[in-house]
């Protein structure tokens, strides 16, 4: 198995990879080295360093989980090993110039990563190779979905449409669940009942061979009380507001 280093190993991201590629076999623990500044707990039989450049030493693939500003402050050179950035909004000019490595891949996965359950899409430079290209594959297998994309600039937006994981649908969940705790309905049971909802919804949207489209058009035309709640909520701006929303983010996205 490939030598790994994730670089941030021991953050949100950095250590839910980590974690998914043990489970799932992708990664050999007494071949992985994470580092951060700060000691803190890894995976068992995995090791720690605060020195990226020993993490580099002894990795074949170095994984780039900082932050965008703490990564603009590091010295590292990989001389030529292969970099797997995981960081939205690091371009992979940026990253070639203060890494010394044509071999970059970019990923864009999400929270959800920690529970096998990110669609990541990732983009290889045309120096990249067909080890660590086959190796991010398996890598976000094990955190749910991986999907090789075309150009850069879908990873950037991708930052801003999927990379946020859960917090979007969680926005629209809290809406609901605020509306009917308005209404005279428990907290708990609103909770219940909206989230229930959504997870049936996702389901049957990813199941049931209708597209979202096709839905919100059937239930329109049926006319009902789901019509009028549809056609208010379009009305007062819904897509206006979602759209507001993803161009915000994607703008913070941009490199
Ligand atoms: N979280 C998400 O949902 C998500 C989704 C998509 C993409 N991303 C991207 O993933 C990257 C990591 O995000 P995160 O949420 O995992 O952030 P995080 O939880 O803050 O983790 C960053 C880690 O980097 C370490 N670190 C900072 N400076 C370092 C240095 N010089 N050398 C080694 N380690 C260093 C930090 O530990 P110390 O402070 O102890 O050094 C920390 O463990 C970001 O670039 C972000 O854009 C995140």
Redesign the pocket.
């Known amino acids: 198995m490939t030598r790994i280093g994730i670089?941030?190993g021991?953050?949100?991201?950095?250590s839910a990879i980590a974690r998914r590629g043990i489970a799932e076999g992708v990664i050999d623990p007494a071949r992985l080295w994470l580092?951060?500044?700060?000691p803190?707990e890894v995976p068992q039989g995995a090791h720690w360093t605060d020195d990226?450049a020993t993490l580099i030493a002894e990795s074949d693939l170095v994984v780039l989980?900082?932050?965008?500003a703490?990564f603009r402050?590091?010295q590292i050179d990989l001389q030529g090993r292969p970099a797997l950035s995981?960081?939205?909004g690091v371009s992979a000019t940026e990253i070639a110039r203060a890494t010394v490595t044509a071999r970059i891949i970019r990923a864009?996965?999400?929270?959800m990563a920690d529970s096998g359950m990110s669609w990541t899409p990732y983009w290889a430079t045309d120096q990249a190779e067909a080890p660590e290209i086959a190796l991010t594959q398996s890598l976000f297998t094990a955190c749910g979905t991986a999907e090789r994309v075309e150009d850069e600039a879908q990873i950037d937006y991708a930052?801003a449409l999927t990379?946020s994981?859960t917090a979007f649908p969680a926005l629209f969940a809290q809406a609901m669940i605020d509306h009917a705790i308005a209404q005279g309905m428990p907290e708990d049971r609103a909770a219940r009942a909206v989230l229930h909802l959504l997870t049936a919804a996702s389901q049957q949207l990813q199941q049931g061979g209708e597209s979202p489209a096709q839905v919100v058009k059937a239930f329109t035309d049926y006319a009902g009380t789901t019509a009028a709640g549809l056609n208010a909520m379009k009305a007062a701006g819904f897509t206006e507001a979602v759209h507001a929303g993803l161009s915000a983010a994607a703008e913070a996205a941009k490199p």
């Open positions: 670089i941030g021991t953050g949100w991201l950095g580092s951060s500044r700060s803190t990226n989980s900082v932050r965008p703490q402050q590091m995981v960081m939205a864009l996965p999400n929270a930052a990379g994981g």
